[in-house]
């Protein structure tokens, strides 16, 4: 397993953005594919955007298409979130796996998870 970090959470307007960032103790992302979940109190871990070891393609869950972008260097796994929405409120958990995932939606798939930090979107 990898330790992950989180940072760049915080409290903002809706129609704001904040960039989060997951940086990795003590190695790099190289060749591991990345994603970002997301928990709220009422629902489960949810799929947010997810980028493949090999090639570099993303995808997004359809609420964040178009607002939200995931990227990457061999350090540091990003999220930009921009035009938010109060309902993008939750705390944010970037994921790792050093194997190649099919189904990028699934948590389960990914063994290493960062510790959260909080995105608190207000109307």
């Known amino acids: 397993q990898v330790q992950l970090v989180e940072s760049g959470g915080g409290l903002v307007q809706a129609g704001g953005s904040l960039r989060l960032s997951c940086a990795a103790s003590g190695r790099t992302f190289s060749g591991y594919t990345m994603a970002w979940f997301r928990r709220t109190p009422r629902k489960e871990r949810a799929f947010v955007a997810g980028i493949r070891r090999i090639n570099g393609n993303t995808a997004y869950a359809d609420v964040v298409k178009g607002r939200f972008t995931i990227s990457r260097d061999d350090a540091n796994l990003y999220l930009q979130m921009d035009r938010l929405k109060p309902e993008d409120t939750a705390v944010y958990y970037c994921?790792?796996?050093?194997?190649?995932?099919?189904?990028?939606?699934?948590?389960?798939?990914?063994?290493?998870w960062g510790q959260g930090t909080q995105v608190t979107v207000s109307s």
């Open positions: 994921a790792t796996t050093p194997l190649a995932v099919g189904d990028l939606t699934r948590p389960e798939k990914f063994n290493s």
